[in-house]
């Protein structure tokens, strides 16, 4: 694929829809084909054409989904996988040994923490939770065998926000390296590289692919040796996007920019209504002047996000009783689709951290806010909110 769209030279959304993705060569078709192919025709034994052998190695499709990623969070190495969790794996297996330690967010997903709590500590992983917004508690959960500082920011479910720049310099301080779930934010409003990660981390499921009709993952890295690195274990162990779901995720990131824009106005508007509602007792949402972490999302975010949590001042009865009486916020797991979501974390995506000290308010709901008519999104919330 070409490297004519440098990050440097052109706007996030002409990266966007352009960046890996040339007019086909053969056909001049503008948008990038769906290569089902498992295996290349060699010119001789070891004359690969564009480097292309065997589709777990790489498949055209993926690349140009890798190259588009690796510019929109303007990083040297992008890589597609078939899931978040596959690229958190891969993150884990090529950047940790047994006995090392990693200090993941207190409140981080609930899928992440299993990874961590049932499948990596099985295999000599330690890890420790810690308030990422808090700057002093990261530098203490830190240990001489420290190899990962793990942010999400805005982390899942509680919207906290860490200073990445801040934690980049603690981190690489103290001889680890840092590595950001940039799922919530999306590239379009956040890009961790840029401010000193060594790695991001996005499930692809979310945002960037943004209709609710595909499974995937993806790492960007700020070095092209540790890509490289990543790149042989993403081969050796096999978690990669298949070329459908590669072309879903491309097609997804045209409207990556417009999306996110309208997810944020919505969100805004919603959050509004959920502050002046008696029934709600506290709304978690980084564009809130009395949130904690508010001015560093300012700074490094171009706005707050489509995602807003809120508990109910019934507690759980009542949570329980809002997320069963939406209409147009569908009653779901997962989020930054185009259709707004409501769930209830306690009871669906982090029933994983139940007993654990990631134990979410059983009071808590969360919204992925949709790009649908905001009128409708109110009175829906109205209603249910009674």
């Known amino acids: 694929m070409s490297d004519t769209w440098d990050s440097a030279d052109f706007g996030f959304e002409t990266l966007a829809i352009h960046a890996g993705q040339d007019p086909d060569p053969t056909t001049g078709a503008v948008v990038t084909p769906v290569y089902l192919t498992s295996t290349y025709k060699q010119d001789g034994v070891g004359g690969l054409r564009g480097g292309y052998e065997y589709s777990r190695s790489a498949n055209p499709t993926r690349t140009a989904l890798e190259t588009c990623l690796a510019a929109l969070e303007q990083g040297r190495r992008g890589l597609a996988f078939a899931s ?5 794996d891969c993150v884990l297996r090529t950047m940790c040994s047994p006995g090392d330690h990693v200090v993941i967010p207190d409140d981080a997903y609930g899928g992440t923490y299993r990874l961590f709590a049932r499948v990596a500590e ?6 420790t939770p810690a308030p990422v917004s808090d700057l002093a508690a990261v530098r203490a959960a830190m240990r001489p065998e420290t190899k990962l500082v793990w942010l999400e920011t805005p982390t899942n479910p509680l919207l906290g926000i860490a200073d ?28 961790p590289l ?3 990660a060594d790695v991001v981390v996005h499930s692809t499921t979310k945002y960037m692919g943004g209709h609710s009709d595909v499974v995937g993952g993806a790492l960007v890295t700020a070095d ?19 070329p459908f779901d590669a072309w879903l995720v491309l097609r997804g990131v045209k409207t990556l920019g417009v999306r996110m824009r309208q997810h944020c106005t919505n969100a805004a508007r919603v959050v509004e209504l959920l502050q002046s509602h008696p029934a709600v007792d506290r709304v978690l949402y980084p564009g ?3 949130h904690p972490g508010h001015e560093i999302a300012a700074k490094q975010m171009k706005d707050f996000g489509g995602m807003v949590s809120f508990t109910m001042v019934g507690g759980e009865a009542a949570a329980l009783d809002v997320v069963s009486r ?18 209830h974390p306690g009871r669906m995506t982090h029933a994983s951290v139940a007993g654990s000290p990631l134990e979410v ?16 999104l109110l009175a829906d919330l109205s209603r249910a909110l009674g």
């Open 122 to 127: 099985r295999w000599g992983l330690s890890f």
């Open 84 to 88: 978040g969790l596959a690229a958190e």
């Open 361 to 376: 308010d059983a009071a808590l709901v969360r919204l992925s806010v949709g790009i649908e008519d905001i009128s409708d």
């Open 224 to 242: 092209a040796a540790l890509g490289d690195e990543l790149a042989y274990h993403q081969n050796a162990m096999g978690a990669v996007a298949g």
């Open 288 to 290: 809130l002047a009395e």
């Open 164 to 191: 990445i720049a801040a934690v980049a310099e603690l981190t690489h301080s103290g001889g680890a390296r840092l590595v950001v779930d940039n799922t919530f934010a999306s590239a379009y409003l956040q890009q």
């Open 194 to 196: 840029t401010l000193g």
């Open 326 to 343: 939406t209409t147009v916020f569908t009653l779901g797991e997962s989020l930054g689709g185009v259709e707004s979501l409501i769930e």
